[in-house]
């Protein structure tokens, strides 16, 4: 693959998934009481719903920045956060929507709609995207790091 190419797709998807997470955690800072409540619908730690709901939105607003604006280093541990905050939105999704619970899927906030097998198949879509983001930014074999 070309380097223009690759430069090309690797801000694409940069742009795409730092643009999503920063909107999505701008949304649910908007309501943070409601998200607690989507939080909680999902049964998996109740007791834990204020406390996400105060941290994840601004988590997301953070690492979806920093993949769009922060220099190179920054921003491949942007896109493993980002890998980190997919996968567990991937779990709780899958969870709830296994176990048969009829929620709102509270990622854009009080927008989202009912999880369903869409839902599933979005999150582990956009894992795949921050997977394809970190291979096209690997550094290159025998390449210097900068110290």
Known sequence: MSSTLRTALSATLRLGLGGLLAVAG????????GFAVEIGNYQL???????????LPATEVVVGLGLVLLPQGWRRAAAISAGFLLLFFAIAVSSAYLRGINIACGCFGAVGDAISWLTVGRNLGLLAAVGALLALDAPARGARQPS
């Open 26 to 33: 701008v949304l649910k800072l908007r309501d943070p009481a």
């Open 45 to 55: 730690f109740s007791a834990l719903a204020p406390y996400f709901a105060a941290a």
